[in-house]
């Protein structure tokens, strides 16, 4: 009877790999999410290996005997997938890299449905509510979080409206918490133009 | 026989090939662009003569390099995947078409769009590759050449703006991928085979409920691919700022290919339909939150894009009833989907040029100004929204009378969601209709011309789509057939068993293989 049960280390490894790759998937950052795309595909192809059970003597016909062998479909099929993660992942970079030069920063946008309400916010056409658990309202993060939709002196309009409607008066800035990481990725010296050329 | 049996690789290999070439001649733009097209029609022949073939003989089967069936990669065609391909290959042709034509207008033969026709070619390759394959693991190799390519070609140029869309298209498409791999990995631990006929045998032998799991995980990835509510989000976000003819290709193909895998897996390996309920629910809810998404939307190009994924939810639904009616009518509906969608941002294209924007609020008078793009536009229009004599309205009636024969309460209340997702549809692109073509426009129109290579390729879409009508009968007794076959199920499993067992070293393989797996 050959031994089939892959081994427990490398089970628990690959929910590791899981855990931590869908943990920085979750983040805003490209480059992070990167990592995260990576992480989970390593995760993946291991998964992969270990379908076809425990390692073996060489899949080669006339080697050895034929129970001993290892199955060689999985570790194909590993492959594959190896060349094609490396691919897709080396694409995200490039995509990471290309925000970076556009924008300064390589932020996952926020969606354009939740954007267009801040703004009606910033006109007055909605009331802002407590919406979330620290208590800041829509008006506050609209102004705080970065909005990639709006560039240069749009937002400081934005802004502006904001602190002539009174939204923003008197509550001070929200608490930094989590949601609002804040600007820590430093631009670069110079704004680069819309093609990238400095 | 033998020479059919050969044509069923063509449709993937000759777009590689095509694409070596053309990467090859990317400086000389006129070589390229003839290779592009000579490639594209040769797989349009290839997909009519594999249809006819395959409605007359039944399935065809190839097994790539001589390998047998459960060791090798075989490449079916049934009534289902020659109708897809066939139906592909005519949008991929016609996207091509319009995209040179507008190259030719903007003068952007040159340099940074030398990609374009290779990235293009492997498109249509990944997705023949998807259609064709009868192996679960080559699926998954066919959904990253499209993948990759559609990442290409999403982001050509690489604007802000682009890259931005790209961001979230790219990365929920990587995450989609990885859970079919670990789907992939986790039915080859359950089963040790990755063909789709043995699976679909060594399946129903395994625990329920592990089936159930298995199930579950490939159906989630498939469901982020169609864009179903609730993984649909990325889509009305990115397609919209790709160039005109990609975005069309893409919305009339790629959430298709989900839906056709769905289709597949659900009806060969998971017959059971276990699942049929929270499918029913979750084809519901796209209809009716796609659709209201639609109606307030102020830009065509977003309010097209939730109408595409508010009518994936008609296909679902039809999966879902998994009757004979009901997928004969879902497998009609992408048919008539694929080719009233693809025209309408087609049109979409022309209207950008002509008024210069896509924004509701900024168009008008183009009626009066080109009625030839308003009756281009409208035609598509109405057959979306389901008009009587339209293929539109012939896929919802079938639809709609397969959920009334199922008669339990969640068919009847997807039969109402569906006939109010129909008024919405009629709602929301009357009202496109009115913003951009009837109301007098804001400010003076540009002078331009809308370029007639670019017209005529929308034109023949359009009267494709009309033209599934006019044929409405013969492929409605096809896509009967197709769902028969897709029912019993043996048809499929047995064509690819008893193929060609291949060369000598196969036997001694299958021996070593059958040996190691419990």
């Not at chain 2, 996207?95 to 290779?118: N, R, T």
Request: hydrophobic share 55%; net charge neutral.
């Amino acid at each position: 009877v050959t031994e089939t049960s892959p081994s427990l280390v490398l089970v628990l490894l690959v929910g590791a790999l899981f855990g931590t790759g869908v943990y920085l998937l979750l983040e805003r950052s490209l480059s992070r999410v990167l990592v995260g795309v990576t992480l989970v595909g390593n995760g993946a192809n291991l998964l992969l290996l270990l379908a076809g059970g425990a390692a073996g003597a060489p899949p080669l016909v006339g080697v050895g005997t034929d129970q001993h062998m290892a199955d060689p479909l999985p570790q194909a099929l590993v492959l594959t997938a190896i060349v094609i993660t490396l691919g897709l992942s080396a694409f995200l970079l490039a995509m990471a890299f290309r925000s970076w030069q556009l924008q300064g920063h390589d932020e996952v946008q926020d969606d354009l449905e939740d954007r267009r309400i801040a703004r009606r916010v910033a006109r007055g056409d909605l009331v802002p509510q407590e919406l979330d658990d620290i208590g800041a309202t829509l008006a506050q993060e609209a102004v705080e979080v970065r909005d990639e939709t709006v560039h240069g002196e749009a937002r400081e309009d934005l802004r502006a409206a904001l602190e002539e409607s009174g939204l923003l008066a008197g509550q001070g800035p929200p608490p930094r918490g989590p949601l609002h990481p804040g600007p820590h990725h430093p631009l670069p010296l110079s704004a680069p133009d819309e093609d990238g050329r400095r | 026989m033998m020479t059919v049996s050969s044509l069923v690789a063509l449709p993937v290999a000759v777009p590689l090939v095509g694409a070596g070439l053309t990467l090859a001649f990317s400086r000389r733009p006129r070589i390229q662009r003839l290779i592009t097209v000579v490639v594209l029609t040769v797989v349009l022949v290839v997909a009519v003569a594999l249809l006819v073939a395959t409605n007359a003989n039944g399935i065809i089967v190839t097994s790539v390099g001589g390998w047998g069936a459960p060791i090798g990669i075989p490449l079916v065609v049934d009534r289902l995947s020659a109708l897809m391909l066939l139906v592909s290959s005519l949008v991929i042709l016609c996207v091509l078409l319009y995209s040179l034509a507008q190259g030719v207008a903007d003068g952007d033969e040159g340099a940074p769009l030398a990609i374009y026709h290779p990235t293009y070619l492997v498109l249509a390759a990944g997705v023949a590759n998807a259609f064709l394959s009868g192996d679960l693991f080559n699926i998954y190799v066919g959904f990253e050449m499209l993948l990759a390519a559609s990442f290409v070609l999403l982001t050509l140029g690489g604007t802000r703006e682009r890259i931005r869309a790209g961001t979230i298209y790219v990365v929920v498409s990587l995450l989609s991928s990885l859970l079919f791999l670990t789907a992939i990995a986790l039915i080859y631990a359950a089963t040790g085979t990755v063909n789709l006929a043995q699976l679909a045998e060594r399946l129903q032998e395994i625990d329920p409920g592990i089936r159930l799991l298995l199930e579950g995980v490939l159906l989630i990835a498939f469901l982020i691919k169609a864009a179903v509510f609730p993984l649909s989000a990325w889509l009305p976000d990115s397609y919209p700022t790709a160039p005109a003819p990609v975005t069309a290709v893409f919305a009339g193909l790629l959430t298709k290919v989900g839906v056709y895998a769905m289709i597949r897996t659900q009806t060969l390996l998971f017959p059971g339909g276990e699942l049929r309920d929270l499918l029913m629910v979750a084809a519901l809810a796209t209809m009716v939150v796609g659709i209201l998404g639609a109606v307030a939307q102020s830009d065509i190009k977003r309010l097209l894009s939730f109408t595409l994924v508010s009518h994936i939810g008609f296909m679902v639904f039809g999966l879902a009833l998994s009757s004979r009616a009901g997928l004969s009518a879902a497998i009609f509906y992408v048919v008539h989907h694929i080719t009233v969608q693809t025209a309408l941002f087609l049109v979409v294209g022309l209207i950008e040029r002509r008024g210069g924007t896509t924004s509701l609020d900024r168009l008008g008078s183009l009626a009066r100004y080109t009625p030839l793009l308003a009756v281009l536009f409208f035609v598509p229009a109405m057959n979306l929204a389901g008009i009587p004599p339209m293929s539109g309205f012939l896929g919802k009636v079938g639809l709609l009378q397969a959920g009334l024969v199922d008669g339990r309460p969640l068919s009847w209340a997807l039969v109402v969601g569906g006939l109010v997702t129909s008024l919405l549809t009629l709602y929301a692109v009357a009202k496109a209709w009115n913003k951009a073509f009837w109301q007098d426009a804001p400010a003076p129109l540009p002078q331009v011309r809308t370029p007639r290579g670019m017209v005529a390729p929308t034109a023949v879409l359009v009267a494709v789509g009309v033209a599934v009508a006019a044929v409405a009968g013969p492929l409605y007794r096809y896509t009967d057939l197709a769902a028969d076959s897709l029912r019993a199920r043996e048809p499929y499993i047995s064509a690819v068993l008893a193929s060609q067992p291949g060369r000598g070293p196969v036997d001694d393989l299958a021996v070593a293989v059958d040996g190691a797996i419990p």
